[in-house]
């Protein structure tokens, strides 16, 4: 499997992330030693405020960026070991895990929740640990990850639609994918394209797909992808 990933934005994003945690941090001490001054007390207020939303911030970037295993590393891990027809591109295309084969398009919106989860007649719900009162801040809403994932899809078919000609004859589809190992999913309906990062690949192995693109057809999927990944990298 071919693997292009946009290394400078998870260097430049785990950066920020360090800075904003670091910066919050600095913030949140300077309002405690403010303080401890009355004629402080405004300053330390402001500081206070400011310190709690930027150590949100690098929460939220650190939980996407620092925590392993980081969403790229786990499909890289899960599909290892798939043929050269296979291009996965992290965070290059709309869609920011996308994975070509040779049978279409395969997207990938991924999900570092941990713990039981469960989706009962089209509701999603995560249950409650004590570790997310310590652990959990800046963690990204459960939300509906289905419904993320068509718009993921959608965003990826327009861009098709723009690039290549005979973009319809491209079959595009996806998958929710749970990254961290510790996700217990409890599903209402098995057939739903959700699944954890270590079954993925056996997963599509036993999925039914239609037959091998034509060979022209994929090579101009193939050349689109990889045209907008290397502007990307280039930047």
Do not use: C
């Amino acid at each position: 499997m071919r693997v292009i990933t946009n290394d400078k934005l998870i260097e430049r994003r785990s950066r920020y992330a360090r800075y904003a945690a670091f910066g919050g941090m600095g913030l949140l001490l300077a309002s405690l030693v403010s303080s401890f001054r009355s004629d402080y007390l405004a300053l330390a207020y402001a500081a206070l405020f400011a310190g709690f939303i930027l150590a949100y911030i690098g929460s939220v970037l650190a939980n996407k960026w620092l925590k392993q295993p980081r969403a790229d590393q786990a499909l890289v891990k899960s599909l290892k070991g798939l043929d050269q027809r296979y291009h996965l591109y992290n965070f290059l295309l709309p869609a920011p895990h996308v994975l070509l084969t040779p049978t279409g398009v395969l997207v990938f919106k991924t999900k570092s929740h941990e713990g039981a989860i469960t989706r009962a007649n089209g509701k999603w719900s995560q249950a409650w640990r004590w570790s997310r009162l310590f652990g959990g801040m800046g963690e990204e809403p459960l939300g509906n990850p289905l419904v993320e994932l068509d718009e993921e899809i959608a965003k990826m078919r327009k861009l098709l639609a723009k690039k290549i000609p005979s973009a319809e004859a491209v079959p595009l589809e996806g998958y929710v994918v749970f990254t961290d190992p510790r996700a217990q999913l409890s599903l209402d309906d098995p057939n739903l394209p959700v699944v954890r990062a270590d079954n993925l690949k056996e997963t599509l192995r036993k999925s039914k797909r239609g037959p091998a693109l034509p060979p022209q057809l994929f090579a101009d999927v193939e050349k689109a992808l990889n045209d907008i990944a290397e502007a990307k990298t280039a930047q």
